[in-house]
């Protein structure tokens, strides 16, 4: 009862506060976001002693060493996230954009213009970074944010969420804007996805766990989930070009969504590929699970099962399969791909131009790696996520992505007849 | 068991036939719909006759006039809808479209190809048109459909079903692109609002009773339900231009949402305004409900009660609230309005302009009817909806808002550092 009528104030400032974010100039929201840089350095012991007490509580949970890694704040990452806002108040302001505008017959001029989404709910994992990156994304799009961070970096978030908070007061923006639900009860996640008269979008960053935990929600959601993304090597590929894009799109950073979890070489050019491949990726520690064709040519790997070929492994592990045909492969990923970022390697045209067509991926790459489905890398200036939704946003989501826009139409009295 | 069984072939079907319109080219659609087109005037004798059976059961059932002219055919009718096949066929593929393309600093090419959605299920109410509109709407665009109209419609939209899909094949696509609930069961609607992996969107077309049956859904759904839109005379108003805009936002269709339901008059011009507006409304068998200030100016309105405000009439009634300021009027919208189409009469620019900015409506219009809340009066030239979601579109649609996009990133073999 008591986190309902919290949770309920809450909402309530947070809408009100979107109201006053919608309207703010760009000039208002880069002083609040600057004030936010400089508190983050100021409060930097602070910052720190509440990470550490977060940090002592998740290990003796047991956490794995990834877990904490993400969980850990030092000097550096306190300064990497003051850099981080201060870069996202230098970008554009999205909202006011003229998207498009035109001229009707009966003089009638539309325009369509960029305007906030309203309050947007940001619930992630224990990283809190994504505490301020979430905050600041939202409110420079003129949105109020409701953030639900994990519950191992809880002492961590509230500090700050209250330099937020006080930032966007001395700033003169509403307080309220920057919400943080200073709980770590799965009970506020449950409240919080049926407010659809008080939350625009949810936009959830997590596992499994979270996705069953957000079933029946009827705020809309920006899922960004699952990542099972594919190299394909075609028969034609520059076998060279391909042995470093799946090295990279593997290992550079395998616990992120666009790391690769499947690899499919043409049979034409399994023989000649996989084995330097395969002595390659293991001398980098890299599991390999392979179909009995991949087997019989890298002997290390172990028997791949039906699963493998669906499984997120976040790991240092790679499933591969030789398959007979372009076609066999562009199947095998409609079956077992996630839609997120899958990639052919290829010197054919036509088959390059197939795979682009054909595969139903948020974003498709033609010789690269899948790594680079990342805000930052497409150029957005900026990440709010990787979106595995058709609707609204698909793929890396930047700035826009946290907009919607209206209609105004000018006339001289029109009316219709 | 029969209903669900029938529905799982249907949406496997529909699915199937998604990939292939997907991929299937402008020319291809185009020759499909002028085929739709050559059916519908070839069996007009049996399309009457279908429709002749439906409307007598819906007199028989006592269904309103209202209601039984929406569900009417007529040899008009008929070449009407086959008119409008043509139309669609006619307008640029939106398949395809590259929206933005751009090259990064490493080389990457990135470009943002416009595709469509995959398989959409509209739910309408009994209007046999719709069933053609959204047929080929979402065919042209690429989509598959899952149709599921009105049960009093039935007979006629099982004859318009089977000539579209009849007429898909004939132009070598799949036949099940286009998939007809044959059902008048509230049921289907159950099983097809939680079938996620098989429908990427519902676009409802109805009522309260609709949006019930529609809550729980796991599908996205792009809603247009309510209409409750604004015409606000400042005090700087042209009156007689504000009085042909309100005569034509109400009485020019008043059964649309698109019409108006509030009216918000300046105190500074109520007394000069609403009495001969009153009695050009009261002409035109308008019945006024007001509020103090109103009745006292106009003596043949009633008293309106705080419903008033909120209420959709969908019919010749208008609710009249003097103000005392613009801000009023903006709060007062805020609070009653559904945020779909209002309209501000005023020659003050800075009036003009906080309106626009401050109205959170999918269309804010300046001078000019609400009416004009339409995809052919945009300029789309198709409508497949009025949005009221401010997620993915908003407002009114044409054929982009059914589609989606994907990243295409070609590249020479770039990794990510």
């Given at each position: 009862m008591?986190l ?35 508190a ?6 602070e ?32 300064e ?31 325009t ?24 600041c ?9 409701v ?34 639900v ?6 506020a ?24 935990a ?5 705020v ?13 090597v075609?028969r ?14 593997k ?9 690769i ?29 392979g179909c ?26 790679l499933a ?58 497409f150029g ?9 939704n ?28």
């Amino acid at each position: 009862m008591a986190l309902k009528s919290e949770l309920e104030t809450m909402l309530h400032g947070a809408r009100q506060a979107a109201r006053v974010l919608a309207r703010s100039r760009g000039k208002e929201k880069n002083a609040a976001l600057r004030l936010l840089a400089g508190a983050l350095r100021d409060a930097r012991d602070e910052i720190l002693a509440a990470n550490q007490g977060d940090y002592a509580r998740a290990l003796a949970r047991g956490r794995s060493a990834a877990f904490l890694d993400r969980l850990k704040l030092d000097r550096a990452r306190v300064e990497a996230m003051a850099l981080s806002v201060e870069q996202v108040a230098s970008l554009p302001d999205p909202v006011g954009e003229i998207i498009a505008g035109w001229r009707r017959p009966n003089g009638l001029e539309i325009t369509q213009i960029r305007i906030p989404i309203g309050v947007i709910a940001v619930i992630y994992e224990s990283r809190p970074n994504v505490t301020i990156d979430a905050a600041c994304l939202g409110i420079k799009a003129g949105n109020a944010v409701v953030l639900r961070g994990g519950s191992d970096a809880l002492e961590t978030n509230r500090v700050l969420a209250r330099l937020t908070a006080r930032s966007l007061a001395a700033g003169g923006l509403p307080a309220t804007a920057a919400a943080f639900v200073d709980n770590a009860d799965r009970a506020a996640i449950q409240v919080l996805k049926q407010r659809a008269d008080m939350i625009d979008l949810i936009i959830p960053r997590g596992g499994a766990e979270l996705k069953r935990a957000l079933e029946g929600a009827t705020v809309p959601i920006l899922p960004h989930f699952d990542g099972v993304c594919h190299v394909y090597v075609d028969r034609a590929a520059d076998l060279e070009m391909a042995q470093e894009v799946c090295v990279n799109a593997k290992c550079s950073r395998p616990a992120v969504c666009n790391a690769i979890e499947n690899l499919l070489v043409h049979n034409a050019v399994a023989a000649d590929f996989l084995g330097p491949l395969g002595e390659q990726l293991s001398a980098r520690g890299v599991e390999i699970r392979g179909c009995e064709r991949a087997r019989r040519i890298i002997p290390q790997a172990i028997a791949a099962t039906e699963q493998d070929w669906n499984a997120e492994y976040l790991d240092l592990i790679l499933a591969i399969k030789v398959v007979d045909s372009l076609d066999e492969a562009i199947a095998f990923i409609a079956r077992h791909g996630s839609g997120l970022a899958d990639a052919i390697i290829t010197g054919d045209l036509a088959a390059a131009g197939r795979f682009a067509e054909e595969v139903d991926s948020a974003a498709v790459y033609i010789n690269a790696s899948t790594r680079f489905t990342d805000g930052f890398e497409f150029g957005f200036g900026a990440e709010t996520g990787i979106s595995t939704n058709r609707l609204h946003a698909r793929g890396p989501m930047g700035l826009r992505e946290l907009t919607t826009y209206k209609y105004v139409v000018r006339g001289e009295g029109q009316v219709r007849i």
